[in-house]
């Protein structure tokens, strides 16, 4: 006998981020916790993450820049 499956899909599941994976602008407010007004703000005051500006306009953040981002703006105890 013989196990004929029609109609089934392989799922896997979704794969983590490389070091040098680029985010998107919604990504980067999901992950902060912040609205894309605010990013933008920072972004005009010299405040937020290095951006790459793809052709299109569309902003991008390498995920090693987030981080070390961050890590910059932990606090010291």
Do not use: H
Request: aromatic residues 6%; contains cysteine; hydrophobic residues 30%.
């Amino acid at each position: 006998m013989t196990d004929r499956r029609i109609g089934t899909a392989k799922t896997t599941a979704p794969r983590p981020p490389k070091p040098t994976d680029k985010l998107t602008l919604d990504e980067v407010c999901d992950e902060l916790r912040v609205a894309r007004s605010t990013f933008y703000d920072w972004r005009q005051k010299g405040r937020a993450p290095r951006c790459i500006k793809l052709p299109n306009g569309d902003l991008r953040v390498r995920r090693q820049v987030l981080d070390d981002w961050l890590d910059e703006r932990e606090d010291a105890d």
